[in-house]
């Protein structure tokens, strides 16, 4: 029992002295904490200021907490050894371990429990620091009396310079705005000098804080700034006898002002501020030009550059994320590391350059590394952060090494030649934009090769027809060399004339066999790989164009209609003029999508199948059972008919009262549909005026003309007519004068 009550004892002596600690600490630290917010309040007004109290009692809390948290247990055994001698100096026994004393240690540590528990409770707490909370309180007192009794400085008078406020009609005794004037302070890390807006509104960068300083006479009873939104913002009077108030502007909104016993013309009017919202950088790659890079020969480094941009400014430095990729299959493994890059220019404008030492990477034969560059503005407290595309170094794979086996041979020795027209597109023209870089001969003969690419995607589509008068173009690994069709010049198909000496397989007229083929001639050796060599050997080489077909007419129409354009696109890519050959590649490419969107219809060649005709009805006049000819005409439903609706509603109908409006449901669609309005405010000061003034007319008429754009578009209209050139319109003109007449 003694030593339970020792230890409860002891146990409430030891929280009362970190509780005496803490609040010690707490009172020296709450005075400046204090100064601290009518420093700020000051400077940046009420809100700024309790902010700053707020955070400043938090740390002196902090620092009171710490203090007691030093009240530790080796702390309680020295306060006890000194404040009592009847422990004597043994009040260590009272927190060890039983099983680690010996006999006589624990017969003394039951005397000091015994001690503990007979005595009066040990008072561990330390004395007040009485000297220090004076002198602290009496020097933050006499900082907050200077700072709000220091005289305004010469810039902050000129700051609330007033500007005459628009003169409004007012009986006598009612309040009158007289001067008025809008400070604009912009975000610190804009850049933006301070200015003033005497028309109380403008365009101002998003964060900026906004200072209102308004003088009336006589002096209302109180006024507010009221928002449309429905916030309110009291203005308070100052020891001048100027009305003040302040805000941080978020995001645009429009406002008015509003004094007790005011005129209303004075309180209609609206004040529009837009919030011009800081833009994320813009990044762009200068190096290396493509996306997807292959590894040339003794290449040791890999050289980036990036350009960023930003409206404000950008962080002094780049985040570069390197990823390697090292082998194949499901063994792949991924190694990440992030470098910074340092940006060379200005604030608003930098350069990121970057070399990547390969061999220091770990790069090697059948690898990809894969980099990004990331960047951040200098907006705070939250920046915004940009990455570019992903850059991709590779370097290819052993060929040999690739599979095993005929089927590895094959894939190793296959080049993936059938380009796609949308890939031949760009390839022509990066093409075109390196021309001026290219020797003559390097530029045609690379025109030409896109030509060659455009000529196999040509006889690739062209099966689709069933063409048989060019074959598969053989592999590059075949020796089979010796087509003489495929080096005579001629004419091709549809007499288009073939560039390069590629010409056409003159037609063979047809054997008297049934099929329409010479069955009787020597067989053609079978290529390897190539399956319209074995096709010809072993079966008809005409079961492809039996497959055409299958095709309705229209889409036939579309592919020979895409084949007739990559004629033309072959032809000046083979003569060297990618430019010329462009827009015949891109309607090339537009038929080929309306081929694949293109639906096939298989129809049984069967006649109809008619109702036979009852004979016996006919010139009888007899309508019975007969379906009704004229469908009834149902009126559509708009998918959103409330902007309909309120548009009806605003129409003017004269001699008639002005239909009522929504204004509910439309303040509801606004804010569901904020992307369908251009100008979201001009929106909400227009229906503003129609609530404000339901009669009038103009207001009205406004806010028609804003619902007119946002309307849905019917899904069928008769498109107008064309006006013609000056020609036609003097025709008409001279048709509608002599009608006049």
Same mark, same amino acid.
């Given at each position: 029992?003694? &030593? #339970? !009550? /020792? +230890?409860?004892? =002891?146990?409430? *002596?030891?929280? @009362?002295?970190?509780?005496?600690? %803490?609040?010690?600490? $707490? ?5 400046? &904490? #204090? !100064? /601290? +917010?009518?420093? =700020?309040?000051? *400077?940046?007004? @009420?809100?700024?200021?309790?902010? %700053?109290?707020?955070? $400043? ?6 620092? #009171?907490?710490? +203090? ?13 050894? %000194? ?659």
């Amino acid at each position: 029992m003694n &030593a #339970a !009550a /020792a +230890a409860q004892r =002891l146990q409430q *002596a030891w929280r @009362a002295a970190r509780w005496r600690r %803490g609040l010690d600490r $707490a009172a020296l630290a709450l005075p400046w &904490a #204090a !100064a /601290a +917010a009518a420093v =700020l309040w000051r *400077a940046s007004g @009420a809100s700024l200021a309790a902010a %700053g109290f707020a955070f $400043a009692a938090v740390v002196a809390a902090a620092w #009171a907490w710490r +203090a007691a948290a030093a009240f530790d247990r080796r702390w309680l055994i020295r306060r006890l050894d %000194g404040l009592r001698r009847d422990m004597d100096d043994s009040a260590e026994l009272l927190f060890a371990r039983s099983e680690t004393l010996n006999e006589l240690q624990r017969l003394q540590r039951a005397r000091l429990q015994a001690r503990l528990a007979a005595g009066a409770p040990p008072d561990l707490r330390p004395a007040w620091s009485g000297r220090g909370i004076a002198l602290s309180g009496v020097a933050a007192s006499v900082a907050i009396s200077a700072v709000l009794l220091w005289p305004t400085s010469p810039s902050a008078r000129r700051e609330t310079a007033l500007a005459p406020a628009p003169e409004v009609a007012a009986a006598p005794g009612q309040p009158r705005l007289l001067a008025q004037n809008l400070h604009v302070r912009a975000p610190a890390y804009t850049g933006l000098p301070a200015r003033d807006e005497p028309s109380l509104q403008g365009r101002v960068a998003e964060g900026s804080r906004l200072d209102w300083t308004l003088r009336f006479a006589p002096q209302p009873t109180g006024a507010e700034l009221v928002f449309l939104d429905g916030q309110r913002l009291p203005l308070q009077r100052g020891e001048d006898g100027d009305w003040r108030a302040q805000r941080l502007l978020i995001r645009s909104a429009l406002y008015r002002i509003v004094a007790h016993g005011a005129p209303a013309a004075q309180s209609q009017r609206l004040h529009r501020l837009d919030a011009i919202p800081d833009r994320p950088p813009q990044l762009r790659t200068i190096a290396p030009d493509r996306s997807l890079s292959l590894v040339g020969p003794d290449q040791r480094s890999w050289s980036l550059i990036f350009d960023a941009n930003d409206d404000y400014g950008l962080a002094a430095d780049a985040s570069l994320r390197v990823t390697l990729a090292q082998g194949s299959g499901e063994n792949i493994v991924f190694r990440e590391r992030t470098l910074r890059v340092p940006g060379r220019g200005g604030a608003a404008a930098k350069r990121y350059a970057h070399r990547l030492d390969l061999a220091a990477l770990g790069f090697a034969r059948g690898d990809d590394l894969i980099v990004q560059l990331s960047v951040d503005d200098n907006r705070r407290p939250q920046a915004q952060n940009v990455r570019s595309a992903s850059l991709i170094l590779r370097w290819p794979a052993d060929q040999g090494s690739e599979a095993t086996g005929v089927e590895g041979l094959v894939k190793t020795v296959m080049p993936a030649y059938f380009r796609s027209q949308r890939q031949i597109i760009i390839d022509a023209e990066a093409l075109i934009a390196q021309r001026r870089k290219l020797e003559g001969e390097r530029f045609v003969q690379r025109s030409d090769a896109i030509g060659v690419d455009q000529r196999l995607l040509r006889l690739r589509y062209g099966q689709f027809l069933g063409e048989e008068s060019e074959g598969a173009p053989p592999l590059p690994t075949s020796d089979a060399h010796d087509d003489g069709d495929a080096e005579r010049d001629g004419q091709g198909r549809d007499g288009h004339a073939q560039a390069g000496g590629e010409g056409g397989v003159a037609d063979k007229p047809a054997a008297p066999d049934e099929d329409g083929h010479d069955h009787a001639r020597p067989p053609v050796p079978a290529r390897f790989g190539e399956a319209g060599s074995v096709l010809e050997q072993f079966g008809h080489t005409h079961d492809i164009a039996e497959a055409a077909t299958l095709l309705d007419p229209k889409t036939r129409a579309l592919l020979k209609s895409a084949l007739d354009e990559m004629w033309q696109s072959e032809l000046h890519l083979r003569q060297g003029r990618p430019q010329q050959a462009l827009p015949y590649a891109y309607r090339a490419l537009r038929f080929i999508k309306q081929v694949q969107q293109a639906s096939r219809i298989y129809l049984a060649r069967v006649g109809p199948e008619l109702p036979p005709i009852d004979f016996t009805r006919r010139l009888s006049g007899e309508r019975a059972g007969l379906a009704r000819r004229g469908d009834p005409l149902a009126a559509a439903t708009a998918a959103d008919p409330l902007p309909a609706a309120l548009w009806q509603a605003l129409q003017p109908v004269p001699g008639a009262a002005a239909a009522p409006v929504d204004y509910a449901a439309l303040e509801r669609w606004l804010d569901a549909h904020p992307e369908r309005v251009s100008d979201p405010l001009a929106f909400a000061a227009a229906l503003d005026a129609v609530r404000q003034r339901s009669d009038c007319a103009d207001c009205r008429a406004r806010l028609r003309a804003l619902l007119w754009p946002v309307l849905a578009r019917p899904p069928a209209a008769v498109s107008r007519r064309a006006a013609g050139d000056a020609g036609d319109r003097r025709y008409f003109e001279a048709l509608q004068a002599e009608a006049g007449r």
